[in-house]
């Protein structure tokens, strides 16, 4: 018997429920069955970085607890855990960001932070996870992907969004050497149960998985499946891959005997509209400072195996530089170097090599000339006044702090996004509603 994929234009918040009935998804579901809603709510970027294509859209979150509710289900919560740092990304802030708490008061419904547990100890063969309780707990796993692509691991789509369900220390000990990622992810989705997955399509993005990075493009498509490989398939396909060249889901679907949902269209049913109409293929790789260089920033390179490096050390090193992208402009760093994340061996010993983090600390114990930034991961503030201070030029860096008092007083009323270049897509484009992360 074939998967089934539903997938349908996005016209408005009962396009989630034509998705979910397309697709049989409440087949296994009782009215008396507890459900939980797992969005991807990677941060909470309330004026610094635009949601689109980054977070799960507050409309289809609504819309699927709306379809809950019609089927008669009254037991329902929503479960995330977002990357942490000291301006405020933490699960209930991102929650509030895309006004998802409003969701939960008028259809009282549960939140729950992830990052705080209990978290279970699983060992799957030889990858040990943690995973919060509450995330196993539950007779009806829902998956809220974004359709977007990953720079690690190609894609972040129903697979990839698991690991919001760890701990802190797993989400760290996932990021080990080159390669581990992968099969570390594809573990991780046999421990997770998923009854059904729903991947945001509304927006997708490039050089994902979030807007320090990537750019999102308005898409306003929807997929669905009881299947989670074959929904994340598909969506890879939308995306304008092949899905082998996922990894992780090539992993998991070697392993368990289903590489015909990867290598063949037409082992998966198809339901509503046409893959082939709505595919475009979005570039993945990124290029580490390109938000520098596009602003006129020359003599600084970042070195950086991402695929080894933890969300804590990644946000905290792409927050300030982005900072410095946008608050000053065509600054010469005079050969600054910075080296991020595990197993990266440099042998340029100079006071311009910056080491962010232990991890490259202890890999380059020979480089006694170079500046050491430590912690697991650096603190964001200690980063951000570390990297100012490279900024040539006492006035320069006096403009820079003056730009960034007066940016930070906005941000924290919320009052606009950072004004990176590449960002103006969001302004001035009127296909970018922000109406769709509003309850």
């Known amino acids: 018997m074939k998967a089934i994929v539903s997938i349908v234009r996005y016209e408005d918040i009962s396009s989630v429920a034509k998705a979910i009935d397309l697709c049989d998804g409440f087949k296994n579901l009782k009215a008396t069955c507890r459900v939980l809603l797992k969005p991807n709510v990677v941060t909470a970027g309330r004026g610094f970085i635009p949601p689109f294509g980054t977070v799960t859209t507050t409309k289809v979150i609504e819309g699927t607890i709306r379809a809950l509710k019609d089927f008669g289900v009254s037991d329902i919560s929503i479960g995330e855990g977002t990357v942490l740092d000291e301006l405020g990304a933490n699960t209930m802030k991102a929650f509030k960001w895309i006004q998802v708490d409003r969701l939960a008061k008028r259809y009282g419904i549960k939140l729950i932070d992830f990052n705080g547990g209990p978290h279970k100890k699983i060992q799957s063969e030889d990858v040990p996870i943690n995973i919060a309780e509450a995330a196993l707990d539950t007779d009806f796993f829902i998956n809220l992907p974004v359709l977007k692509t990953h720079s690690d691991t190609r894609v972040s789509l129903s697979g990839k969004n698991l690991k919001g369900c760890m701990s802190m220390a797993s989400k760290k000990y996932f990021h080990g050497p080159d390669e581990t990622l992968h099969y570390r992810i594809s573990r991780l989705m046999e421990m997770v149960p998923q009854h059904l997955v729903i991947i945001d399509g509304i927006y997708v993005m490039d050089k994902g998985p979030d807007a320090t990075v990537g750019t999102a493009y308005p898409r306003g498509v929807l997929v669905a499946s009881t299947d989670f490989l074959a929904a994340d398939a598909t969506g890879v396909r939308l995306l304008g891959g092949e899905p082998t060249e996922a990894e992780h889901i090539r992993l998991y679907a070697e392993r368990h005997g289903r590489m015909n949902i990867m290598k063949q269209p037409e082992a998966i049913e198809i339901r509503g509209e046409r893959v082939e109409d709505h595919a475009k293929f979005l570039p993945w790789k990124v290029k580490p400072g390109f938000d520098l260089l596009a602003s006129g920033h020359t003599g600084i390179e970042i070195r950086v195996n991402t695929s080894t490096m933890c969300s804590g050390c990644d946000a905290n090193l792409k927050g300030p530089t982005m900072l410095l992208a946008a608050l000053c402009r065509n600054k010469n760093f005079h050969g600054l170097r910075i080296i991020a994340g595990k197993n990266l061996r440099d042998e340029q010993n100079s006071p311009r090599t910056i080491l962010f983090g232990n991890c490259p600390i202890k890999e380059n114990k020979h480089l006694d000339k170079a500046k050491r930034l430590e912690g697991c991961?650096?603190?964001?503030?200690?980063?951000?006044?570390?990297?100012?201070?490279?900024?040539?030029?006492?006035?320069?860096?006096?403009?820079?702090?003056?730009?960034?008092?007066?940016?930070?007083?906005?941000?924290?009323?919320?009052?606009g996004i950072l004004p990176l270049p590449r960002y103006e897509i969001y302004r001035k484009k009127p296909d970018y509603n922000i109406g769709h992360f509003e309850a």
Request: no cysteine; glycine share 10%; aromatic share 20%.
């Open 377 to 415: 991961p650096p603190k964001f503030w200690d980063s951000l006044f570390f990297m100012a201070n490279q900024i040539p030029g006492f006035g320069a860096r006096i403009a820079f702090y003056s730009r960034l008092a007066a940016y930070l007083s906005r941000a924290g009323m919320g009052i």
